[in-house]
C-alpha cells in the first residue's frame, strides 16, 4: 500500500513540475485569476447587503482604528475634526464603529426630535453576562416593557418616599467619599 501511494505522490508531483514548465502555463495561471478574481467581484457584488453610506471620516489603522490617534482632550480632538470632515463624522475605536455629532442643532435633533430612533444600542458582551442577557433597564431595547421598567423605577425606587427613607445612609456615603477622597 506503501509502494502505490509513493508512486502516485511520484507521478502528482512529477506532472505538476511538468505543467509548471509549460510555455502556456503563466497565461493559463493569469486567466484563471482573473477569471476567479471577477468572480468573486460579481459575488460579493450581487449577494452581500448594501450598508447606507456612512459620513467621511479619518482613515485608522486595521484593526486597533483610530485609537491610536485620539488627543487627550477629546473635545479640541473632535473640533479638529469636525473642521476637516463636518458636523458629522465617523471615527474607528478597534472594531467599533461610532458616529460623532459635532453640532449643537444636529444635537438636537438626534436627541430630541428623532430620539425613538436613536434610542436603542448595541449591548457590550460584559453587559450580557453579567445583566442575565443584556435584559435589564439599563440595556434593553425601546419598546413597551423598557416603559415599564422606567414608570418602575420613577413611580417606586425614584419616589419621594423611597428618598427620604435612604436620605441618612445616602449622607453617610457621601460623607464616606468625601472623607476617602481628602
Not at 95 to 116: F, G, H, M, T, Y
Not at 133 to 157: A, D, S, T, Y
Not at 163 to 168: H, Q, S, T
Amino acid at each position: 500500500m506503501t509502494n502505490l501511494y509513493n508512486k502516485h505522490a511520484v507521478l502528482a508531483s512529477e506532472g505538476w513540475s511538468w505543467g509548471c514548465h509549460a510555455p502556456e502555463f503563466a497565461p493559463l495561471m493569469a486567466g484563471a485569476l482573473v477569471i476567479f478574481c471577477c468572480a468573486w467581484w460579481w459575488w460579493d457584488l450581487k449577494f452581500t447587503k448594501i450598508n447606507p453610506p456612512l459620513p467621511p471620516g479619518p482613515l485608522g489603522l486595521p484593526i486597533i482604528g483610530n485609537l491610536p490617534f485620539i488627543k487627550p482632550e477629546l473635545h479640541r480632538y473632535f473640533s479638529d475634526l469636525s473642521r476637516i470632515y463636518g458636523p458629522v463624522f465617523k471615527l474607528r475605536m478597534g472594531r467599533v464603529l461610532a458616529i460623532v455629532i459635532n453640532s449643537p442643532s444636529l444635537a438636537n435633533e438626534v436627541l430630541k426630535v428623532q430620539d425613538a430612533i436613536f434610542a436603542n444600542r448595541d449591548v457590550p458582551v460584559s453587559s450580557v453576562v453579567g445583566t442575565f442577557g443584556g435584559l435589564n433597564i439599563l440595556w434593553r431595547p425601546n419598546g413597551p416593557r423598557f416603559n415599564q421598567l422606567r414608570k418602575l423605577v420613577i413611580c417606586e425606587i425614584m419616589s419621594k418616599q423611597s428618598l427620604d427613607a435612604c436620605y441618612v445612609l445616602r449622607q453617610r456615603e457621601v460623607r464616606r467619599m468625601v472623607k476617602e477622597i481628602h
